[in-house]
């Protein structure tokens, strides 16, 4: 005998609902034509015999096969191995808790297999392994029928570093996930067995009682749009039908790829309207979200709630307060004088000053070239004019809360450089005749054009209107330069420019062999460099700062300008430093990379 799981038609308080149920079946090597095919087991009472359930802990390590103690690596794998416990399955067995017998435990403790908290008083503990169990996840069949996807069954996964949503909730599906490989759809395990209501009644968006609509077809959701394995419901009385998760979207919020609220609206005025994040066409017939103030914005609905534009928060009836976005990064003393927040001094304003090597923005730690600048009257503190302006609190497209400009960078919150805070929408590359936006799909891998970067990590900026891709490191690098020994600007080109005849001036490596992130060059002299021989292989570091590194951050890294008469050589290549900065290593020696610095540490 094994179990499967399906829903049933049941009446609760005079209303009818679909209810779930674990249904025992005869194996098909076993299955008599003449006896009954099926027994709901809800009650085990109805039963001949009290069934005993294998342990969940043991269950997974059947099927991911490792030792009790090895780290489980990216897997994602299809359960094979019965709930039930039989002659045939080695392990042990889970024991039916309840609270009203077993005070000792907390009821608002964890699920071992699921991870979900608040298991509840009716819940299943193995006193092996000393665990407590979801009654649900401990009965998981291997496979249910759910209404909404009636094609498919669901078959029973272990999932690892996901990021896929669940089809009920839209929250992150991992671990035990019920999964269709045909139509790559997940739900949660406790998602999946719900009581789905054939009405709702009074829903948030929308004035008649709504009925579960048995049958997706091809029809799309008015509010996100999209044609999808979800539940869905449809108005009798109108032409209206809705997945159950769109039926409590907010109405207004804040994303962060626009500086006004955005809400939402059941329908657009007829034009040809582009979505604001990922710059697609929005269809008027459907749902979306609109900024009020500004006439022409628009973003999907699907794109407004992804995690990584929109906080979370529902702003509807709650008042637009100061934000504190107005606060000014520093006080004009004068006409040219002015006093930032970053330094106690007074600054006063040099135009179009002449190029120096030695001197560099304590902003951005990018060299000044002949642009506008402010310069202390008392020390030798410098900010770039367009870094004096950087406002101190800011909404930025990378992330969905607001950023605060800060002196120090603490690593444990999410931070940006000066020169990457800089970016908006759209952004004008001088490298490219088109605008570029933040319009990828997060789930895409995209190619950087530049330094063929696929890193997971990385952001792009990418054009509408050709293929063309950018990583941020690319972007923000100075598209003109200077190097001291030559008197003119060099150009930042793609690194598949670079000819057999092209040698860094700094180092005297081939351009042409190894170059994947570009190189600057003089048009004049021919003159030609790497950017880290240029910038350093961290251009945003900025000397004279101390930062931590390695477990704990027990190692002290100083950061310092390397421009002495003579370079000192590197602990861990044993080669003068090149670059514009190097790094003292716990007050060791130097090092003079990023990469040196953890392959040191690494043997330490």
Not at 274 to 299: E, I, L, N, P, T
Request: aromatic content about 12%; some cysteine; glycine content about 4%.
């Amino acid at each position: 005998m094994d179990l499967v799981g399906e829903f049933h038609k049941v009446e609760i308080d005079g209303k009818p609902f679909l209810l779930y149920h674990n249904i025992l079946k005869p194996s098909p090597q076993i299955h008599n034509p003449n006896s009954s095919t099926q027994i709901a087991i809800d009650s085990c009472d109805d039963l001949p015999f009290e069934p005993l359930f294998l342990c969940p802990r043991r269950r997974a390590r059947l099927l991911l096969n490792l030792p009790r103690n090895r780290e489980i690596k990216e897997v994602f794998l299809k359960y094979n191995t019965s709930p039930l416990l039989d002659d045939t399955t080695s392990g042990h067995h889970a024991l039916p808790l309840f609270w009203c017998n077993n005070k000792e435990a907390d009821p608002e403790g964890e699920c071992y297999t699921c991870k979900i908290p608040k298991v509840g008083t009716n819940y299943y503990f193995c006193v092996e392994c000393d665990k407590r169990f979801h009654k649900e996840c401990v009965e998981l069949p291997l496979e249910i029928s759910y209404p909404s996807h009636p094609k498919h069954s669901l078959k029973l996964y272990y999932s690892q570093y996901r990021s896929d949503l669940c089809i009920y909730c839209r929250e992150r599906a991992t671990y035990l996930v019920y999964y269709c490989a045909l139509c790559d759809v997940y739900m949660h395990v406790l998602c999946a067995q719900e009581t789905i209501p054939f009405f709702i009644d009074q829903p948030k968006r929308h004035d008649h009682t709504l009925t579960l609509f048995p049958r997706l077809a091809s029809l799309a959701c008015n509010i996100c749009a999209l044609v999808k394995c979800h539940l869905t419901y449809a108005c009798s009385i109108c032409n209206f039908l809705v997945h159950k998760d769109c039926l409590d979207i907010p109405q207004t919020i804040r994303i962060c790829r626009h500086h006004h609220r955005v809400s939402f609206t059941f329908s657009l005025p007829f034009e040809n309207w582009s979505c604001g994040v990922c710059r697609r066409v929005v269809d008027s017939d459907y749902g979306a979200y609109s900024c009020k103030v500004c006439s022409g914005y628009v973003v999907h609905t699907k794109c407004a709630l992804r995690k990584d534009i929109w906080d979370g928060i529902e702003l509807e009836g709650v008042p637009e307060e100061d934000e504190g976005l107005e606060l000014e990064p520093f006080k004009r003393i004068a006409d040219g004088v002015i006093l930032h927040f970053t330094h106690d001094h007074q600054l006063i304003l040099e135009l179009n000053g002449v190029y120096d090597g030695n001197k560099y923005c304590q902003a951005c730690a990018l060299p000044i070239y002949n642009e506008n600048f402010y310069v202390c009257v008392e020390c030798d503190f410098i900010l770039h004019e367009t870094c004096v302006e950087a406002p101190r609190k800011k909404f930025h497209p990378l992330h969905s809360h607001p950023l605060q400009l800060e002196t120090i960078h603490d690593e444990d919150g999410f931070s940006v450089y000066m020169r990457c805070a800089f970016i908006s929408e759209p952004f004008n590359y001088q490298g490219h005749q088109h605008p570029l936006f933040l319009a990828l799909d997060p789930e895409e891998k995209p190619l950087c054009h530049i330094c063929k970067s696929t890193d997971d990590d990385i952001k792009v900026l990418n054009c509408i209107e050709c293929d063309f891709i950018i990583c941020f490191l690319c972007a923000t690098l100075p598209y003109m330069a200077r190097y001291k020994h030559d008197k003119h600007y060099l150009t930042f080109c793609d690194g598949d420019e670079a000819s057999d005849s092209d040698w860094c001036e700094l180092c005297e490596g081939n351009l042409a062999i190894g170059v994947k992130r570009g190189f600057y060059k003089c048009n004049d002299c021919c003159t030609t460099l790497h950017i880290d021989c240029l910038f350093g292989d961290s251009p945003y570091m900025k000397p004279g700062q101390q930062i931590k590194v390695g477990r704990d951050g027990k190692y002290e890294i100083h950061i310092l300008r390397n421009n002495s008469v003579s370079r000192p050589i590197c602990m861990e290549c044993d080669i003068y430093c090149p670059y514009p900065i190097f790094y003292i290593y716990n007050g060791r020696g130097a090092l003079c990379s990023i990469t040196c610095i953890r392959d040191y540490a690494a043997i330490r």
